[in-house]
T-cell receptor, first 114, second 118 residues
């Protein structure tokens, strides 16, 4: 069955440390890939997206993600985390054949220690 | 930057009552969506809407749900007879084009309406 998996439910990281959030998908074809962030009380904000081309994509707020076809992964990274990065992060997948319907992973909640 | 706005931010209703969740999509967008997130669970697709009709719906979107674009700016989700299990955060989203279109535009989400059914 098609699915999106974020293996880490919670991650705690110290301010200034690097962050990597994992996302794996299971689809027959290469999907469109997205990372969204949800800060407390806020909606879902798009961080970055991958459609095709360069497998390393840059997003807002200093985030980047790398698409690895061989691993069916689209991991999100940030070299140096700020306290304001504490939020829940969602990986999402869209398929060309599925219109604009997105399938979301379960989310990873990031806590930032001072 | 244009935003998708949703009202109310919180809605409490009694089981069996009808609720209408309201959304104002970004003005030049053509495609509209509702997603929901039950507490502790994944964000799930409910329905997509284009050209004044439903283009796709999930199995969650049964006969108790309906969507409407009553005027040029609003997009509503109606739940006719709410159940306890309808308690969730409901997100509205819009996009100017389909993902596979030339613009390959992603969805823009609102801040959500938290619906609590008691």
């Amino acid at each position: 069955a098609q699915s999106v998996t974020q293996p880490d439910i919670h991650i705690t990281v110290s301010e200034g440390a690097s962050l990597e959030l994992r996302c794996n998908y299971s689809y027959g074809a290469t999907p469109y890939l997205f990372w969204y962030v949800q800060s407390p009380g806020q909606g879902l904000q798009l961080l970055l997206k991958y459609f095709s081309g360069d497998t390393l994509v840059q997003g807002i707020k200093g985030f980047e993600a790398e698409f690895k076809r061989s691993q069916s992964s689209f991991n999100l990274r940030k070299p140096s985390v700020h306290w304001s990065d504490a939020a829940e992060y969602f990986c999402a997948v869209g398929l060309k054949a599925a219109g604009n319907k997105l399938t979301f992973g379960g989310g990873t909640r990031v806590l930032v220690k001072p | 930057e244009p935003e998708v706005t949703q009202t109310p931010s919180h809605q409490v209703t009694q089981m069996g009552q009808e609720v209408i969740l309201r959304c104002v999509p970004i003005s030049n967008h053509l495609y509209f969506y509702w997603y929901r997130q039950i507490l502790g669970q994944k964000v799930e697709f409910l329905v997509s809407f284009y050209n004044n009709e439903i283009s796709e719906k999930s199995e969650i979107f049964d006969d108790q749900f309906s969507v409407e674009r009553p005027d040029g700016s609003n997009f509503t989700l109606k739940i006719r007879s709410t159940k306890l299990e309808d308690s969730a955060m409901y997100f509205c989203a819009s996009s100017p084009l389909l993902l596979q279109g030339a613009g390959r535009s992603p969805l823009h989400f609102g801040n959500g309406t938290r619906l609590t059914v008691t």
